[in-house]
């Protein structure tokens, strides 16, 4: 459980940026901190999530979420570009799966979601940048446009092998969510890998 290590962690970082002489230990330190903060809010939202399992509005609200996957697809995109973090909106997402609020029917589209919704840290980043940086802002959008829309298409099978790899693999809820993460990753970059040339003419195309 990281969450447990992540106040160490903190603590530790932060010590060793007030002492710190060098350069590289600063960074460690600074690594340490962005570590310990990251998991250490996860665990804080988690805490304050636990509610929402007892009230009937957000209850109905999960539910509408599995019924509508364009909806929850939605919901991942827009709560990704509001908190600016896919790491933390999986991890919400992952606890809320974690204590049954959410189906999984449900949580997968939020997860295709909040990797469309991360590409807006590229485009904000590209901003008044060079030609190469939006280049690449949009070689990220097409990435997780292509997987997310690959992987609706396809996402009763994709529900079940999911199922199928955790059962298998003997992995909790969390680890579902994050096996589910991994093969999209995975199995996207492998598919557009053959065609990198094709890419590269489209973000020409795109941004000349």
Not at 112 to 136: C, H, M, Q, R
Not at 166 to 193: D, Y
């Amino acid at each position: 459980n990281i969450s447990k290590i992540a106040p160490y962690a903190i603590v530790i970082g932060a010590f060793m940026e007030l002492f710190a002489q060098r350069q590289k230990t600063r960074n460690i330190s600074r690594i340490l901190i962005a570590f310990g903060a990251l998991f250490f809010g996860l665990e804080l939202m988690g805490s304050g999530l636990k509610v929402l399992a007892d009230m009937p509005i957000f209850t109905q609200f999960a539910t509408d979420l599995s019924s509508n996957t364009i909806f929850a697809l939605i919901f991942g995109v827009v709560m990704t570009m509001i908190i600016q973090s896919s790491s933390a909106t999986i991890g919400i997402l992952q606890t809320l799966y974690g204590q049954n609020v959410l189906s999984l029917s449900a949580s997968l589209p939020i997860l295709f979601g909040a990797n469309i919704g991360t590409t807006i840290t590229a485009v904000l980043s590209s901003i008044g940048g060079t030609k190469e940086s939006k280049k690449t802002a949009v070689a990220h959008i097409t990435f997780n446009l292509f997987g997310s829309f690959l992987f609706l298409l396809i996402l009763p099978i994709f529900t079940r092998f999911v199922e199928l790899g955790a059962a298998t693999l003997g992995l909790n809820k969390m680890m579902e969510i994050a096996l589910a993460h991994f093969t999209f990753n995975i199995v996207t970059t492998v598919i557009l890998f053959p065609f990198i040339g094709q890419i590269v003419k489209f973000v020409n195309l795109i941004v000349k």
